[in-house]
């Protein structure tokens, strides 16, 4: 390899790692049903009902800020009650998708035929969208074709997770210390430098 070549191998190296370092930032947003609904002093939730076959859907907007190059992990809490049982059994749970150019199942919602329930399901990661822009929209719904004779109550959904956002606009670690391997392809790149201009000269 010709010494300006390695010189500018040893540059990109250099820059390489700066460019590519990212913070991990936490994302959320919460999509609350009847969120205005007065149930002063009783701490019940202020909730939504839909009856027998609804198909209820939201949208959950996020807004990265630090922007976002990717993200990492996400989840969603959604707390409900009176989703299906037959004969005793929770063998009719409503189903969940999300919403793009198709339906995606995402899981199922545990039974809370008996009251209010907690179910946290994981978003895959081939539903993360690639992330050229600061905000994500993701629209969800319930199947609800398997408990057609349930209502089913919705209090809140809960997106969250994490993403990935360029060092350099997160601020929180701007200074970037070279680790001394770094360094040393520094000189190395410098050195190339200096024998091509001599040889040039
Ligand atoms: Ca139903
Ligand atoms: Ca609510």
Redesign the pocket.
């Known amino acids: 390899m010709k010494s300006r070549n390695l010189g500018l191998l040893a540059v990109g190296l250099l820059v390489g790692p700066v460019t590519a370092s990212a913070v991990t930032m936490p994302f959320s947003h919460t999509f ?4 205005t609904a007065a149930n002063p002093g009783t701490g019940a ?3 939504s009902t839909f009856k027998d076959i609804a198909w209820p859907s939201w949208t959950h907007d996020i807004t990265f800020s630090p922007p976002a190059t990717s993200i990492l992990t996400a989840a969603l809490d959604i707390r409900h009650s009176g989703n299906g049982k037959q004969g005793g059994n929770c063998t009719s749970n409503e189903l969940w998708f999300v919403q793009s150019t198709s339906l995606t199942k995402i899981g199922d919602l545990s039974c809370s035929a008996e009251g209010w329930a907690l179910s946290t399901l994981v978003i895959p990661v081939s539903l993360f969208p690639v992330m050229p822009t600061s905000a994500w929209s993701l629209v969800l719904r319930l199947d609800d074709s398997k408990s057609p004779k349930n209502d089913i109550h919705l ?2 959904a809960r997106l969250y997770g994490t993403y990935d956002s360029p060092t350099i606009l997160g601020g929180a670690s701007a200074t970037i210390v070279p680790e001394p391997g770094t360094l040393a392809l520094l000189g190395l790149g410098l050195i190339g430098l200096g024998v091509t201009r001599r040889k040039a000269a």
């Open positions: 609350d049903w009847a969120a939730p202020s909730y209090d809140y």
